[in-house]
């Protein structure tokens, strides 16, 4: 699944998202070769998901910071992966805790996850078309 463009639609979305660190960037932070980690390029302020974004910075995300786990996950293997897991496990209402590293402090945020989004998807078979709405909690 996380390989799959689809994933981007599928609420809740994190609001968030960059670049994984590769060992010598982890070596050069402190960050043990076998976690996971992520430089934040990016916090959502645009189109129908900006409301994503806009929990992220609230709880403190910003771009550079450096992701190191999430709801104590550090297991993750590319931003592929991470996205969907997120899209697929955490729900609306609730929080998520955040792990990064600024500089070189150290923080636990806490982020409300956003409620899902309608979808709209087009289908056609055999000549026939079909809408439906999707909405994903």
């Given at each position: 699944?996380?390989w799959?463009?689809?994933?981007?639609?599928?609420?809740?979305?994190?609001?968030?998202?960059?670049?994984?660190?590769?060992?010598?960037?982890?070596?050069?932070?402190?960050?043990?070769?076998?976690?996971?980690?992520?430089?934040?390029?990016?916090?959502?302020?645009?189109?129908?998901?900006?409301?994503?974004?806009?929990?992220?910075?609230?709880?403190?995300i910003?771009?550079?910071?450096?992701?190191?786990?999430?709801?104590?996950?550090?297991?993750?293997?590319?931003?592929?992966h991470?996205?969907?897991?997120?899209r697929?496990?955490?729900?609306?209402?609730?929080?998520?805790?955040?792990?990064i590293?600024?500089?070189?402090?150290?923080?636990?945020?806490?982020?409300?996850?956003?409620?899902?989004?309608?979808?709209y998807?087009?289908?056609?078979?055999?000549?026939?078309?079909?809408?439906?709405?999707?909405?994903?909690?």
């Open positions: 699944f996380a799959r463009p689809s994933k981007w639609r599928l609420s809740p979305a994190p609001g968030f998202g960059g670049r994984d660190l590769d060992e010598k960037a982890k070596q050069r932070h402190g960050i043990p070769e076998e976690d996971y980690a992520f430089r934040v390029g990016y916090v959502v302020t645009w189109g129908e998901r900006a409301h994503t974004g806009r929990a992220a910075h609230k709880a403190g910003r771009k550079g910071d450096i992701v190191l786990s999430v709801d104590g996950r550090k297991d993750f293997l590319s931003q592929e991470f996205h969907a897991w997120f697929l496990t955490q729900k609306a209402g609730t929080d998520c805790k955040i792990e590293l600024r500089g070189k402090e150290r923080k636990t945020l806490t982020m409300k996850v956003q409620p899902s989004t309608n979808v998807c087009t289908t056609e078979m055999s000549g026939i078309h079909t809408t439906c709405q999707v909405t994903w909690s």
